[in-house]
Each structure stands twice: as structure tokens, then as C-alpha cells.
């Protein structure tokens, strides 16, 4: 049964720091795992999307990067702003016929001016 | 141009009434979805459409029933509400049939609370 967990599960940090988000899953069977972020009150917005075949995706000061073999998917943020303070999700979607959705618990961002 | 509305935003309403909240995609795509979020922020799966077939029903009680007229459409019909109902309803779609990135659009979500 895959599991994705999601650390740390709260991250405080100054303004201008590059910062990690780690999501890991334990079935590496999966289809794609793809990164949301979700602002108080929000719904998701979809980050970056990486299918199994792929390493990494970028986007402007996102990089996110899979490795299917340890079942560990990392998000980079580049020079955090405050308006990068948000929850981050992951969701890992199995290689199954049903090609289930699994979300992991989110990391809680703020970024401190 | 929103890709993927749910209305209405907000719902306030008494225990026992039954009330709908509706979902529309405009990406073409032809999987939809009907997420809970509750005070824990925990997202849960209830329902996914394929082309207006069910694919996926959670453990959803029986008093919550979907209905999808079309694959830009996807509905949630609720009877008898009930106190813990209130929560955060999530609409979202993605494209299932091959070649697909599986990639999930959400909509701004419907707070409904009970009271």
C-alpha cells in the first residue's frame, strides 16, 4: 500500500534562503508525483509535475526532482519570498489500473521578511 | 477564463437540509474529481468520473451522491446534512485517456458549513 510522507511538516525561514521540501513514498511503482502548493483559504495550484520516466522538472525558481528507487521526491526553492508562504503538497499516482492518487500531509511554509 | 469552477464558494446551512454544489471543466479533460478537505487539512478522495463513469467511490456514506451529465461536468448532490459534513469540498479534473500527463486541476474549492 503506498504511503507518502511528507517532512518537515512545518518550515519557518528568513526571506532569501533556498530551502528543501522532501516527499517520500514507499512504492515505486508510480505513474507520476506531482507538487501542488495551496495558500489559506485556497484551493491547489499544480506546481510541477514529474512523470516516472523523468528526474526533475523545473519551473522559474522551482526545481523538483524524483528518484523512484529510494521513493524520495525533493522540491527546491530558490531565494524564497514571503509570497512563497503557503502549504506545499505532494501526491504520488500509482502505476495501478485505477492510477490512485496518494497525498501526503503537506509542508507549511513561512516565509519571514 | 477559469479552467476548473465549483459554485457556490460558500454554504452556510442547517442540519437535515439537502443541498448541491456544482463543478465545470473547461480543459477538456475527461476525469473528474470530488475531494474533501477537513479542519485537518487532510485532502480525501470521494469520487472520480471517467467520461461520466464512476471509477473511483471512496468510502463516501450514501447520503452524498455525484452525478456527472457530461465529462465537463461533475456534480455533488448532498441529503440529510449532517454536522461533520462541514469541510472544504475540492473539484478537479485531469485527462486519463493515453497520451495523458495525469496532471490535476483543481477549483477554488466550497466551504460548507453545517450548523
Known amino acids: 500500500k503506498q504511503e507518502v510522507t511528507q517532512i518537515p511538516a512545518a518550515l519557518s525561514v528568513p526571506e532569501g534562503e533556498n530551502l528543501v521540501l522532501n516527499c517520500s513514498f514507499t512504492?515505486?511503482?508510480?505513474?507520476?508525483l506531482q507538487w501542488f502548493r495551496q495558500d489559506p483559504g485556497k484551493g491547489l495550484t499544480s506546481l510541477l509535475l514529474?512523470?516516472?520516466s523523468q528526474r526533475e522538472q523545473t519551473s522559474g525558481r522551482l526545481n523538483a526532482s524524483l528518484d523512484k528507487s529510494s521513493g524520495r521526491s525533493t522540491l527546491y526553492i530558490a531565494a524564497s519570498q514571503p509570497g512563497d508562504s503557503a502549504t506545499y503538497l505532494c501526491a504520488v499516482r500509482s502505476a495501478g489500473n485505477n492510477r490512485k492518487l496518494i497525498w501526503g500531509l503537506g509542508t507549511s511554509l513561512a516565509v519571514n521578511p | 477564463d477559469t479552467a476548473v469552477s465549483q459554485t457556490p464558494k460558500y454554504l452556510v446551512t442547517q442540519m437535515g437540509n439537502d443541498k448541491s454544489i456544482k463543478c465545470e471543466q473547461n480543459l477538456g479533460h475527461d476525469t473528474m474529481y470530488w475531494y474533501k478537505q477537513d479542519s485537518k487539512k487532510f485532502l480525501k478522495i470521494m469520487f472520480s468520473y471517467n467520461n461520466k463513469e464512476l471509477i473511483i467511490n471512496e468510502t463516501v456514506p450514501n447520503r452524498f451522491s455525484p452525478k456527472s451529465p457530461d465529462k465537463a461536468h461533475l456534480n455533488l448532490h448532498i441529503n440529510s446534512l449532517e454536522l461533520g459534513d462541514s469541510a472544504v469540498y475540492f473539484c478537479a479534473s485531469s485527462q486519463w485517456r493515453l497520451p495523458n500527463t495525469g496532471e490535476l486541476f483543481f477549483g477554488e474549492g466550497s466551504r460548507l458549513t453545517v450548523l
Open positions: 512504492d515505486s511503482a508510480i505513474y507520476n
Open positions: 514529474i512523470q516516472s
